[in-house]
């Protein structure tokens, strides 16, 4: 197995580690964000109104997440892809 896949896979294990502790990051704040909106006195159950509210709030929560997701994404791309451009307009020059 040569270096490069070990830090190939080394790389891929960090950024599965990464987008473990996101996904736990996002189901904690949901629970908190959620939970302090929709249950105002908590009891043994919730209530309908408080299931609906609750189911409500995490579609919104994943959604906006999701979006600033994606657009983080690309913008990193772009970045990216600025840089390969940059470096070989860099490279061409010389």
Do not use: H
């Not at 209530?47 to 906006?64: A, L, P, V």
């Amino acid at each position: 197995m040569s270096s490069k896949s070990n830090v190939q896979q080394a790389m891929q294990a960090v950024q599965q580690e990464a987008a473990l502790a996101n996904a736990k990051t996002l189901v904690d704040s949901i629970n908190r964000s959620c939970f302090e909106k929709c249950v105002p006195s908590p009891g043994t159950s919730l209530s309908s109104k408080e299931q609906q509210c609750f189911t409500s709030c995490m579609e919104k929560y994943m959604n906006t997440w999701n979006s600033v997701s994606r657009a983080y994404v690309q913008r990193l791309q772009q970045e990216q892809g600025q840089k390969n451009a940059f470096g070989a307009l860099g490279q061409s020059l010389e």
